[in-house]
């Protein structure tokens, strides 16, 4: 949002450029400021979206929030090929096709591939090729970055993650002319980022080290919940199932996204993730899928009865309970290592307080530490190394131990 907004373009962000960091122009920036005033990494994402306890201190089952949400559901696409081709049920494509179809929306704004691998940000106005965004793309993308004030669309659908959802908002007071042109917020759950190095790093793994002779990749290929592959010119496709993919986080994870304390998109319209409930039971994929807004929950309904969507109700907490672990880590334990940075005197937001014991914070610092140690160039080389298989039983068995600790329900 901050290159969106520099009027003098003294601003430069790309997913594979320094790793995905703004490159600021010193000589034009004027100081005025605007970029700031839209910048989400300002924020205490929890504390905008979840009521205030005053002076009272949030206790740990606080963290176990799934935001506002007038109805869940369980969803998919009701095209089998829309569906299968996603990354879990192609629900997001059913809507905006919708959206397109009966012309709401003049675009929508997601993610796509520039030189078959780089994601970049991408508009579409055609609903025939809404194929383009299609699946999740596991590098921090600058989707905001298309959001100029001159964008030449009266009524844009917006994809995106929590910050991005958040940066938007932001524009309400400070640029009305990039808020009022968005009329559906669509928000995906965000465990964490990635640097777009792991990308290139996998591909590396998977038997390609040149990242010219790749035809295509898709980070969430096959049978749900997936397969990365990658698919090379000379006819070769590679690939490893996500669950092994998982293992980048421990080496690639941006600073910020380890600070973040927002897992499934609290100021989006419609907020959407895996439907784990239904794992090992359909592998074509499901969506768990929260209508937060009229205006939401309307579109959905709007698009079940013209036949985009299949879609099943479902109560509060069976939508809460498929990711209680992923609430552990972004809502708590993430608020506590911002507490533990502050202790020595790091620059965080103002964090909600949680009260905690003492099993719980060392969980912070280690994970603290493993991002830290991570990001080394020498722990991404050492990593390298390791076979797959061995990152298939540790990560299998590391998300089996978090689910544990999130003490997660049926």
């Known amino acids: 949002m901050c290159f969106a907004v520099c009027p003098t373009g003294a601003i430069e962000i790309e997913a594979y450029r320094n790793g995905g960091e703004p490159i600021v122009e010193e000589n034009d920036c004027t100081g005025c400021n605007q970029c700031m005033r839209c910048c989400p990494g300002l924020d205490d994402f929890w504390s905008t979206s979840i009521p205030s306890k005053g002076n009272d201190f949030y206790v740990r089952d606080d963290c176990f929030c799934i935001g506002p949400a007038i109805n869940t559901y369980l969803t998919h696409s009701h095209d089998h090929q829309e569906r299968i081709s996603a990354s879990s049920g192609g629900t997001v494509s059913a809507i905006c096709r919708y959206l397109l179809d009966y012309n709401i929306v003049d675009a929508v704004v997601g993610v796509g591939f520039a030189n078959r691998i780089q994601p970049i ?22 989707n905001c970055k298309i959001m100029r004030p001159d964008l030449p669309y009266d009524s844009v659908c917006f994809i995106g993650l929590p910050c991005h959802l958040k940066a938007i908002k932001k524009t309400l007071h400070a640029f009305p002319a990039i808020y009022n042109k968005v009329k559906l917020l669509l928000g995906l759950y965000c465990g964490n980022g990635l640097y777009y190095e792991a990308t ?24 749900w919940p997936g397969k990365f592959s990658v698919k090379m010119k000379n006819g070769n496709t590679e690939s490893i199932d996500k669950i092994i993919f998982n293992y980048l986080s421990f080496f690639y994870t941006p600073k910020r996204c380890y600070l973040c304390n927002e897992l499934p998109s609290f100021d989006a319209d419609i907020s959407f993730s895996d439907g784990w409930a239904m794992e090992n039971l359909d592998s074509d994929g499901w969506n768990n899928t929260v209508a937060r807004t009229k ?88 990593a390298s190394w390791m076979p797959f298989s061995v990152y298939e039983k540790l990560m299998s068995f590391s998300r089996k131990k978090w689910i544990h600790l999130a003490g997660k329900r049926a």
């Open 121 to 142: 940000p991408q508009i579409v106005c055609d609903s025939k090729d809404l194929f383009r965004l299609r699946q999740s793309k596991y590098a921090r993308v600058p």
């Open 200 to 223: 290139l790093d996998l591909i590396k793994r998977l038997g390609c080290p040149d990242p010219d002779n790749v035809e295509s990749i898709g980070y969430r290929e096959g049978q």
């Open 295 to 382: 205006l939401g929950d309307q579109t959905l309904n709007h698009a079940l009865k013209a036949g985009y969507l299949i879609a099943t109700p479902i109560p509060t907490d069976h939508s809460l309970n498929m990711h209680r672990h992923g609430m552990f880590h972004k809502h708590y334990i993430a608020n506590l290592r911002c507490g533990v940075i502050d202790r020595f005197k790091g620059k965080t937001p103002n964090y909600s307080t949680f009260k905690t014991n003492l099993i719980d914070y060392l969980i912070a610092v280690l994970t603290l530490i493993c991002f830290y140690l991570g990001n080394k160039k020498g722990s991404r080389l050492l």
